[in-house]
């Protein structure tokens, strides 16, 4: 077990030559796109713009001192601006480095190299159907992928039977694709991937702290269960954390 903690640490100026190899970027290899592609026919979701949105106001102070994991949900249907919300609070677009080498989003990421893609289990949004969704920030859309049998009861069994993720009227499920950072950084990328990780999950649990909803995040899932439920190639990208969320009792 020890020895798995040289992940965390980083290396002296001596040492980082010897250990860390020359990258695919020095090679002069081009970047990896830093949005997974979808299918050309696909009729996206419109989702409410940011310029139009009327929540979120509540002073920032109070949200820090708010802030707690929230782990009991109603059945109350989130509405599609609160959705809209949350997904530009954690992966909104604001523009593309004009040397196509990252994007720079509303939440930091190593090198702007952001390897994370937002998939989305929908049991309870206003205008939208129940099932497994990805959100395209590129264009601030939602793409629908298909429907889930018994979407609460599969994601509770895959969560190790905390029920209470599956019931939730949302389940923010983030993926990583490890070569966007690998790109630059090689054996340096999950380090930097999981620092990343942990920005987002901070900026959902303020969020939703703004909106007044609920949310926790879920590191205990069944890794290869879930990975072929959202149809992954798990070398390639896999899930890395979970976040429920919902309205909770006042």
């Not at 990896?32 to 979808?38: D, E, G, S, V």
């Not at 820090?64 to 782990?71: D, F, G, M, T």
């Not at 969020?207 to 992954?232: H, P, R, S, V």
Request: aromatic share 12%.
């Amino acid at each position: 077990m020890k020895e798995k903690r040289k992940f965390l640490q980083f290396f002296d100026s001596e040492d980082y030559e010897k250990e860390v190899p020359e990258s695919d970027e020095q090679k002069k290899i081009p970047p990896p796109p830093f949005q997974k592609a979808y299918p050309k026919d696909t009729i996206l979701i419109d989702l409410v713009p940011p310029e139009e949105f009327k929540i979120g106001k509540t002073p920032f102070l109070k949200i820090v001192n708010s802030r707690k994991s929230r782990r009991k949900y109603t059945d109350e249907h989130l509405s599609l601006e609160e959705l809209s919300f949350l997904l530009w609070c954690t992966q909104g677009l604001k523009r593309e480095l004009k040397s196509g080498r990252g994007v720079l989003r509303t939440v930091p990421s190593s090198g702007a190299k952001s390897p994370f893609e937002t998939y989305l289990v929908i049991n309870r949004v206003e205008g939208l159907d129940p099932g497994l969704y990805r959100y395209i920030s590129f264009s601030h859309k939602l793409y629908f992928i298909k429907e889930i049998k018994d979407a609460e009861k599969t994601i509770g069994e895959l969560s190790y039977n905390q029920n209470f993720v599956g019931k939730a009227p949302v389940i923010f499920c983030w993926t990583a694709v490890p070569y966007r950072t690998e790109w630059r950084y090689t054996i340096l990328a999950h380090k930097f991937i999981a620092v990343d990780l942990g920005l987002i999950c901070q900026n959902l649990y303020m969020a939703c702290e703004a909106i007044k909803l609920g949310t926790c995040a879920i590191g205990y899932y069944e890794q290869n269960k879930i990975d072929k439920l959202f149809e992954l190639e798990p070398k390639d990208e896999f899930v890395v954390l979970l976040q429920p969320v919902g309205k909770y009792p006042k």
